[in-house]
């Protein structure tokens, strides 16, 4: 499958429904990956979510949504009148509710294709489906690729786990994944102890490992990179490292207007 992503995408959970992102951003071709969906509503989690540190933000946002039935009555439509490319990030508890996510999902009017989280830092904390082992996070693309039509593309999002990245990039696209998106938050603790995930350009290191790790030993499968790009110079980083795509998260809560900054810069490398 021929798969166009970017080379630029908002990721998930950074740009809001979109309708945040709009003054800053015109939505239309571009590649938005919504916050995680879940069959049910989730409030998130109680206490500050966000702390800033040096290099970064330490979050554990709990994966907030209002559910499956109420993003596709009222987010998704907005985003596809946008013009938005959208890319529904889906989470479950179960193999059963990642399966019955993607079989909703492809019938809604206006995905352009999912994005499987298999990358959150603490899976039991968040009652998700476990995927410590690769195994487990191919069998979750492979019951969400059983559900979801063959001519649309499934990314594969998972940890920067530098001992085990390759192998679960290779388990993910074997399942059925089109593309794998390098880099998630890398587990970390607030300054109180209490865990979570650090993002933003002090986890760029970490990912840029496992995108030259991974490109190398699979010089087949489409990566994307996710991890502290912050401006065209960082994407040009990880887009010479092999790959095909970046998203950009962290640096839309400093600057909303950093996905156009960057588009508009490579754009100009063209």
């Not at 951003?25 to 979510?49: E, H, I, K, M, Y």
């Not at 298999?118 to 690729?145: I, M, N």
């Amino acid at each position: 499958m021929t798969i166009a992503l970017g080379p630029v995408m908002v990721a998930s959970g950074c740009g809001g429904t979109g309708r945040e992102l709009a003054p800053f951003l015109d939505l239309d071709g571009v590649a938005f990956v919504t916050r995680s969906v879940t069959l049910d509503a989730r409030q998130g989690a109680s206490g500050p979510r966000v702390v800033e540190v040096s290099g970064g933000l330490v979050n554990a946002v709990g994966l907030p949504n209002p559910g499956l039935e109420h993003f596709l009555a009222t987010e998704l439509p907005w985003l596809v009148r946008a013009g938005a490319r959208v890319f529904v990030s889906v989470a479950g508890s179960t193999l059963g509710e990642y399966a019955d996510l993607a079989r909703r999902l492809s019938r809604a009017p206006g995905v352009a294709g999912l994005e499987v989280n298999v990358g959150a830092p603490d899976e039991t904390g968040l009652d998700l489906f476990e995927v410590r082992e690769p195994y487990h996070a191919a069998s979750v693309v492979a019951a969400v690729r059983r559900e979801f039509p063959a001519d649309r593309p499934v990314l594969a999002k998972l940890r920067p786990d530098v001992s085990r990245v390759v192998e679960g990039a290779r388990a993910c696209h074997e399942a059925g994944a089109t593309a794998v998106v390098l880099g998630n938050t890398v587990p970390a603790a607030f300054p109180d102890g209490r865990p979570g995930g650090l993002s933003g350009p002090a986890v760029a290191p970490v990912v840029l490992r496992c995108l030259t790790e991974t490109a190398r030993s699979l010089p087949g499968v489409p990566l994307v990179a996710c991890g502290g790009v912050h401006d065209a110079a960082s994407a040009r980083l990880f887009l010479g490292a092999g790959a095909v795509a970046v998203q950009i998260g962290t640096a839309l809560l400093h600057d909303p207007t950093t996905v156009a900054r960057v588009a508009a810069e490579l754009g100009d490398d063209a």
